[in-house]
């Protein structure tokens, strides 16, 4: 489904291949940061089992709408994640040391809430039970 309010561009995947959202933001994938709600494909990387299984990503519906970034294009899962992506990484001023660890605590709080990870998953956790 076509993303809305962004201009058109192509998609940055195979068409045929699942789309996966980031559940969590916070760190690198592919050489790229990734933001909670970023819409992207798994390239055949090392860790893309774990990322799924653990709970960092997951499969987008194949309906799902989606909102594009108008300043650099990125697709995200709804609104609120792409105005959060364009705050953190498009922001007009520089943030002072303090602002930076308080905006980094929220997310970590927020993601904890809406998407805690799955560590009853973890190979140990599995092992264990």
Known sequence: MAARNAPARPQDGPS???RYFAR?????YAGQPVDRGLVLWLVGA???EKLVRLGYV???PPKAETYRCAVCGAEFIGIGERTAHGDARH??????PDEEDAREERRERIENDLAPLYLDKT???QAAA
């Not at 969590?24 to 690198?28: K, L, N, P, Q, V």
């Not at 922001?91 to 002072?96: F, I, N, S």
């Open 91 to 96: 922001r007009v001023r520089d943030l002072t």
């Open 24 to 28: 969590r933001g916070g760190f690198d």
């Open 58 to 60: 997951a499969e987008l």
């Open 123 to 125: 190979k140990a956790a």
């Open 46 to 48: 090392l860790n893309d």
């Open 16 to 18: 045929d291949e699942p």
